[in-house]
């Protein structure tokens, strides 16, 4: 809501609504993997995120989305893994060393 109020002039609750949502979907699989600091940074930049996607895919791509799936559903989907390793805090590639990554271990390693 602060975006589009700074962006606008005014506040609008549809976009508020796609900003929630995309803090859900950017933040749903990378959960397990990520410490809730970075959990709360992937979520705001997903709502600032949700903003200028759907704007994208209006004036750019000439989608007629109205309720913004697309932009909630597959930017976010797209942005929250691909965050997961700048804020979980592990190495960016598991280590073969047993000690490091032992045998089972089941972190996401992109």
């Given at each position: 809501m602060l975006y589009m109020w700074l962006r606008y002039g005014?506040?609008?609750?549809?976009?508020?609504?796609n900003g929630l949502l995309a803090g859900l979907v950017a933040i749903t699989a990378p959960s397990g993997f990520v410490n809730p600091v970075g959990s709360?940074?992937?979520?705001v930049i997903a709502g600032v995120l949700v903003c200028i996607s759907v704007e994208f895919v209006?004036?750019?791509?000439?989608?007629?989305?109205?309720?913004?799936?697309?932009?909630?559903?597959?930017?976010?989907?797209?942005?929250?893994?691909s965050a997961s390793?700048?804020?979980?805090?592990?190495?960016r590639f598991?280590?073969?060393?047993k000690e490091a990554a032992p045998r089972g271990d089941s972190r996401c390693v992109f």
């Open positions: 005014k506040p609008d609750a549809s976009m508020t609504g709360v940074l992937i979520g209006d004036r750019v791509l000439k989608v007629d989305d109205p309720v913004g799936a697309i932009s909630v559903h597959g930017a976010n989907g797209l942005w929250g893994p390793q700048r804020t979980s805090g592990t190495p598991a280590s073969r060393d």
